[in-house]
């Protein structure tokens, strides 16, 4: 195949390139002084410094204000099917380097930027793949690496029953493209049930969030596990009852789980028949900041109190805002959790920085007279691996403390 790098040269400005010099991945359109050459958005092209140094190769999309995506810092990279299937070798062989082998079975084989391959996310559920593809030259690129990736594992002995694409976050429309959802290749029953911690699920990778799934958090969910035996435990923003039934497994007398999401009530009320935990693991739909503070007033407690909401933001012009959404419910939490229990509390955007949410939660413990002894800090699972630079791909913050009331 042909070397797919065009004869078009993007030239950065004078002291610009700063994310890129610093080992990013993202080059912006106020940073660029000329591009010469003809080319197609999504087409690969090359980046210079601007006194002609090669920086590297990446596609370029007139319609994003991230510019160009790099894909190589090597200035005679060759990109070609055989580069792509590199890239993909890579990305598994970090996962089998660093995972428990039994965790092979469910994990996030693909994540963007940190793996070289920006805008892609591929995750695997047993024998199922789930791909996401969120910029327009990666779209391009998308059936070479997913062809290379199936025929990797199953190589490897993890046979690939079906792929299918859930390409349908709203980001899309500022790369130019639609959102789409659909097979890729034949068609195949897209339930499927997973283990991970040694909770069972059943995975709906069509009408799941995102690829159906938060595989993330799979190592934070194990860690509150030797919290809650014989303990009272409220698991707010449940989703599919995740840690709640990782509460459950690991012997709580008594979980409740809240969500907004009647579908997601749903799945994870059949998630605690699977894993025969009706009989104390219960869920229902709530709005968790309107039921937190109901909660308090009828003089509940618990020994362990579980906050794992969305994204309180999703652009750095909105921090202001999540940063009392996050104050808010924490104090929240922090009312309903018993004196020497703990809480368990998270953060999933990357707007909110480690420093901002720490700060937030001592604001939030103050606030209501609490003092706080931290267990552990943990952030996304090691198959979302943190690449330095990429701001993008650190986004995950994770606090158990153990909470006192000021005496």
Known sequence: MENLVKNVI??????????????????????????TGSFTNGDIVMVHDFDGYPMGAGFINQNSTIRVRMLTRKADQVIDEAFLRMRVENAWNYRKETMPEKDLNCCRVIFGEADWLPGLVIDKYDDVLVVE????????????????????????????????????????????????????????????????????????????????????????????????????????FTHMGTFALNAGIAGASDVTGLDISEYAVMQATENAKRNNLSDTVHFRAADVLDELPKLYEQGEKYDVVILDPPAFTKSREATKNAIKGYREINMKGLKLVKDGGFLATCSCSHFMTQELFTQTISQAAKSVHKRLRQVEFRTQALDHPILWAADESYYLKFYIFQVVDEK
Request: proline share 2%; aromatic share 8%; glycine share 10%.
């Open 133 to 236: 593809s969120l910029a327009l030259g990666i779209d391009k690129l998308k059936p070479m690496i997913v062809e290379a990736l199936v025929d990797i594992l199953n190589k490897d002995g993890f046979k690939v029953r079906g792929v299918y694409e859930r390409s349908d976050a709203p980001v899309r429309k500022k790369e130019g493209l639609k959102p789409f959802k659909g097979f890729i290749g034949e068609e195949f029953d897209t339930n499927v049930e997973i283990v991970e911690n040694g909770v069972h699920y059943m995975v709906d990778v069509v009408n799941g969030q995102k690829t159906g799934f938060f595989l993330d958090q799979k190592y934070n969910r194990l860690s509150i596990q030797k919290l809650c035996k014989g303990k009272k435990v409220l698991d707010c």
């Open 10 to 35: 993007v030239t950065l400005k004078k002291g610009e390139g700063r994310t890129i010099k610093s080992g990013g991945s993202w080059v912006y359109d106020n940073e660029i002084a000329s591009i």
